[in-house]
């Protein structure tokens, strides 16, 4: 499932499902310019996604990003008046948004069902509830019980 053919649709989905008018990448091109010329430009992102699946790498600096500050307020004075924004860039997205949506069909077949997070429907949360109510009614009975907490 991982490793089939790649074909225009599944690349399509994944550029219509990144956020359009996020700050552009380094380039300076965002998401509303790709899907606003994506007839000229899908051959060219199809044989990016393509060669990535081949190699498994990117070529040297093609995935590189840019670290920019952007002010919260009027005339900012300390580093937290400061929005850390990473510029990376669309092509970048693409290949990871690809790469996480074939992920999604298979990743529960890879998880144990045990595990209380990284899957659709389950969330870190939930595992901590279920130990607030084990400790709460070990109070209430009055029972003694060893705590133990397995890094999140």
């Known amino acids: 499932m991982l490793f089939k053919d790649i074909?225009?649709?599944?690349v399509k989905f994944a550029v219509w499902s990144c956020?359009?008018?996020?700050?552009?990448?380094?380039?300076?091109?965002n998401f509303v310019f790709l899907k606003f010329c994506w007839?000229?430009?899908?051959?060219?992102?199809?044989?990016v996604v393509n060669e990535f699946a081949d190699r498994g790498s990117w070529p040297k600096g093609s995935n590189v990003s840019f670290i920019?500050?952007?002010?919260?307020?009027?005339?900012?004075?300390?580093?937290?008046?400061?929005?850390?924004?990473?510029?990376?860039?669309?092509?970048?997205?693409?290949?990871?948004?690809f790469l996480s949506l074939r992920m999604k069909k298979?990743?529960?077949?890879?998880?144990?069902t045990r595990q209380s997070d990284f899957l659709e429907?389950?969330?870190?949360?939930?595992?901590?509830?279920?130990?607030?109510?084990?400790?709460?009614?070990?109070?209430r009975r009055k029972?003694?019980?060893v705590h133990f907490k397995v890094d999140y």
């Open 39 to 47: 007839e000229i430009l899908k051959k060219d992102v199809l044989k």
């Open 68 to 97: 920019c500050l952007v002010h919260k307020i009027d005339n900012p004075q300390q580093l937290s008046d400061f929005r850390l924004i990473s510029l990376v860039g669309c092509l970048y997205k693409i290949v990871s948004k």
């Open 106 to 112: 298979v990743i529960s077949k890879l998880i144990d």
């Open 7 to 10: 074909f225009e649709e599944e």
């Open 121 to 139: 429907g389950r969330g870190l949360l939930d595992s901590v509830l279920v130990a607030n109510e084990v400790l709460e009614e070990v109070k």
């Open 143 to 145: 029972k003694s019980c």
């Open 19 to 29: 956020e359009s008018s996020k700050i552009p990448g380094p380039n300076g091109f």
